[in-house]
């Protein structure tokens, strides 16, 4: 009897002890990313910081209204419900920084055939979904589309561009 006993405290101690693991990489990767994006929004000229943290907006955007989706799609796995969700919720955030990067002369729709053109977002978008799949137990961008799928109300409080990114946010001031 004890030794169920301790088997079960070992199975929670491991399970929790991952739990732990996988969230505490968790922040460190965001933590990196934000000091990546820092480091390179410095790291230009002051007259360009504005467009560049403007860019990076309508770029994550994009990636989460509609890149996303299509990866997914083309998975098996129908994202659309989470595409109209993610839209509905960040419309008008989404409307304010349009207007602003319309105002400092950018085209979103440029901006958009540019990320569009290369392979370079849909290769990180799959690292992402491989990452939400290993979270989930699985193993497959399949998986992590499924994920996304399960937890998505979970999934659309992250993409708060704001909170996941507040020294961009604070450069593109969108008022």
């Known amino acids: 009897m004890k030794w169920i006993f301790r088997l079960a405290v070992v199975v929670i101690l491991v399970y929790g002890g991952q739990a732990a693991f996988r969230q505490a990489s968790l922040a460190h990767e965001r933590y990196e990313a934000r000091k990546l994006i820092k480091e390179q929004i410095e790291a230009l000229p002051v007259a360009q910081r504005r467009t560049a943290a ?25 994202l659309s419900d989470y595409a109209k969700a993610y839209a509905d919720r960040y419309v008008a955030e989404h409307d304010r920084v349009h207007a602003a990067y319309r105002s400092v002369g950018g085209s979103e729709q440029a901006l958009i055939a540019t990320i569009s053109s290369g392979t370079t977002s849909t290769d990180a978008l799959r690292k992402g979904l491989l990452r939400a799949a ?35 946010w604070s450069v593109a001031a969108v008022p």
Do not use: H
């Not at 990076?56 to 989460?64: D, N, Q, R």
């Not at 699985?138 to 909170?163: H, I, W, Y």
């Open 54 to 78: 403007l860019e990076i907006y309508l770029a994550f955007y994009w990636s989460g209204a509609n890149l996303l989706p299509a990866v997914c799609k083309k998975e098996g796995v129908d």
């Open 134 to 168: 290993n979270l989930s137990q699985g193993d497959s961008t399949v998986d992590g589309c499924r994920a996304v799928l399960a937890k998505q109300n979970k999934v659309l409080d992250k993409m708060n561009f704001p909170e996941a990114f507040p020294y961009v």
